[in-house]
């Protein structure tokens, strides 16, 4: 049956369109700095904001009006698979996520919930073949069910983690049986809320000992997805241990981790640390690390997760250009991990919100491709640290000075005359290329 009736295949029609389910800008076969906006940004559609959500937040029931709701159990859970990919291929997206148990319920016991995702996973490697449409990652969730009340990888209760071990190891082989191309690790509940009743060594010991018998186990099954940790500083508890980019990066390296994971990075996420999506960007480009990204945006006026879809085009142009000056995002995607807002109920919604964040990621695309291809800032970049090319400047970066070098130099009294950064003209330089392109 047809879960979205009357919405057809979403076409680009450019920016004199006035048809609201139509891309003005994304136009997957367009080639930009060499490769089509599809290879460059691998959009993906996340199951649980766009599939389960129902609308419900803490002052209210869900407002979500889903025809595939009228079912409930194994039922809804089929349903939803059907209406999933009516939504991604009209949509025209090449890739979507999933949690475990957004997709199937859990039963009774661990064998029930695991037979329960079988006849999923079933079902949406059929869809998949007929459809085209790929796994960019998948991922369990370990924070929902009040088992994880205490953490899962973290928790200070040895069943659960052995339950959480056993969670992983479905989701482990489910991935393989989808031909995911990453498979991500979000510690959802994975942090503290006091330090008085936390022992922190052994729970992040215990985290990393989990992350090890994952990767064993991926290469018992040949399973060669890329691994993603997921930052956030915080929500649901309130220090999480994959605080930013940095933080994950230095745990990662603790443990002798680093060669087998990168990161998933996530607009909301970087702000709710304080920093800017292209700062968490760039962080890890610079380490080698960048895996995928999670598109959203969050609201200034709220200290929460609020995951609203991307429409600031500054910000997806900064994205794009850190991810452009990467090389691209490799196995990674521009995941969705967006939700309508609770007013915006309807079905068509739905389309409305990806097309815009598909549009604007489009533009922010064009923008940074031809920031780079004039030069703007790799100039402006260049010139400002021009002191280092010569001279004392060159030594330094040789690694030809000490302490004792430096002090004889800047005996010499010359004098030191700073240039200014010029950040607002910088910033009304990319202003108009947002304006003319």
């Not at 329960?116 to 998949?128: A, C, G, P, S, Y």
């Not at 009040?146 to 482990?172: C, D, I």
């Not at 991500?184 to 809320?193: I, K, N």
């Not at 922010?364 to 970049?381: F, N, S, T």
């Amino acid at each position: 049956m047809a879960y979205f009736e009357g919405i057809h295949n979403i076409a680009f029609e450019g920016r004199s369109s006035k048809n609201p389910l139509a891309f003005k800008h994304y136009n997957p076969k367009e080639v930009v700095a060499g490769k089509t906006m599809e290879e460059h940004l691998r959009f993906a559609v996340a199951y649980w904001h766009t599939l389960t959500a129902d609308g419900t937040d803490q002052f209210g029931k869900g407002t979500m009006v889903r025809n595939w709701d009228r079912y409930s159990g194994m039922d809804l859970a089929k349903a939803r698979a059907e209406a999933s990919f009516e939504f991604i291929t009209k949509l025209g997206v090449p890739f979507f996520a999933f949690h475990d148990r957004d997709i199937a319920p859990e039963g009774e016991t661990l064998q029930e919930t695991n037979k329960n995702l079988d006849i999923i996973v079933d079902m949406m490697k059929q869809f998949m073949k007929d459809s085209g449409v790929k796994l960019l990652w998948n991922t369990q969730n370990m924070f929902t069910n009040p088992r994880f009340v205490h953490g899962a990888g973290t928790t200070s209760n040895a069943e659960v983690y052995a339950y959480a071990a056993a969670q992983v190891k479905k989701s482990l082989e489910i991935g393989k049986e989808l031909g995911a191309e990453n498979y991500v690790f979000w510690g959802g509940r994975e942090g503290y809320e006091t330090l008085l009743n936390t022992d922190m060594k052994l729970e992040l010991d215990n985290l990393a000992r989990l992350y090890w018998m994952s990767i064993d186990y991926a290469k018992e099954i040949s399973f060669n997805a890329q691994f993603l940790i997921e930052p956030k500083p915080k929500e649901p508890t309130k220090h999480q241990y994959d605080f930013d980019a940095a933080t994950t990066m230095n745990f990662l390296r603790t443990y002798g981790l680093q060669d087998h994971f990168k990161l998933n990075l996530e607009a909301n996420h970087a702000t709710l640390a304080g920093h800017t999506f292209e700062h968490e960007i760039r962080v890890a480009s610079i380490n080698g690390m960048l895996g995928s990204l999670d598109a959203n945006q969050g609201d200034m006026l709220l200290g929460w997760d609020t995951d609203e879809f991307p429409q600031d085009l500054t910000s997806t142009t900064l994205t794009m250009y850190e991810v452009l000056k990467n090389g691209g995002i490799g196995r990674g995607g521009v995941n969705f991990d967006a939700k309508v807002r609770r007013a915006s109920f309807d079905h068509e919604d739905l389309f409305f919100a990806h097309i815009a964040g598909m549009d604007a990621y489009a533009k922010g695309l064009k923008v940074a491709a031809k920031l780079i291809e004039d030069r703007v800032l790799e100039d402006v970049v260049a010139n400002r640290y021009r002191s280092f090319n010569d001279g004392i400047g060159a030594d330094i970066v040789a690694d030809k000075t000490t302490l004792k070098s430096l002090e004889e130099y800047a005996f010499q009294n010359n004098p030191i005359r700073n240039e200014s950064g010029r950040q607002e003209q910088i910033k009304a330089a990319v202003n108009e290329y947002l304006l003319s392109e």
